[in-house]
């Protein structure tokens, strides 16, 4: 491009540039033909009306207040196989009174919800474990919110064999429903 293209350009840039500034248009400065920069300043004030500053111009005149609220709780929710809120202990053969035994203990970990277990007992042959069950205990219990109960599934049970009763307790269900 050669120089002589350009003069055009830079004298309507200035022109527009000048015109602006008269206009008040180009903020605090205006650039003048020539390239000399002049200061242009505002009108006065209206009467009764100032520029300076009111206190705290600047600063956001709104301050904001924070208070903690808290979410809404969750509706609680559960499983409704109990069986890892129940635990058996002291799987034994009471020889006396002649039946299996195993205790059991169900812990309702809701703090609002009460709930009913319905549970199921097998011993199972232990040696060979062959999936054979010698009796069968059905109970349903009632729990509490962060209640335990804890009671005995028995089930009677005569051991004809000669041979020593190898068995095995287990929980078999423990279907959870709310009341």
């Known amino acids: 491009m050669a120089t002589g293209e350009r003069r055009p350009v830079r004298a309507a840039i200035a022109a527009v540039t000048a015109a602006a500034g008269a206009l008040g248009l ?7 033909p ?46 409704p196989d ?9 799987c034994r053969y009471d020889l ?24 199921a007992v097998n011993w199972m042959k232990a040696r060979p474990a062959d999936g054979t069950a010698f009796g069968l205990h059905q109970r349903s219990i009632i729990v509490r919110p962060g209640q335990t109960e804890t009671y005995t599934a028995t089930y009677s049970y ?4 000669t041979r020593q009763l190898w068995f095995q307790c287990e929980i078999r269900r423990a279907r959870k429903s709310e009341l």
Request: proline fraction near 16%; aromatic fraction near 12%.
């Open 96 to 119: 006396s009174a002649r039946r299996l035994e195993y205790s059991v203990s169900v812990t309702n970990p809701s703090l609002t919800k009460t709930f009913k277990y319905e549970m």
């Open 82 to 90: 109990g069986r890892s809120d129940a635990r058996g202990s002291s």
């Open 158 to 161: 005569t051991n004809t064999s």
């Open 26 to 32: 180009a903020g605090c400065g205006a650039l003048l």
């Open 34 to 79: 020539g390239g000399h920069a002049r200061q242009v300043t505002p009108p006065p004030p209206p009467p009764g009306y100032s520029y300076s500053p009111s206190p705290g111009y600047g600063s956001p005149s709104y301050e904001p207040t924070y208070s903690y609220s808290p979410s809404p709780t969750p509706e609680e929710t559960y499983d």
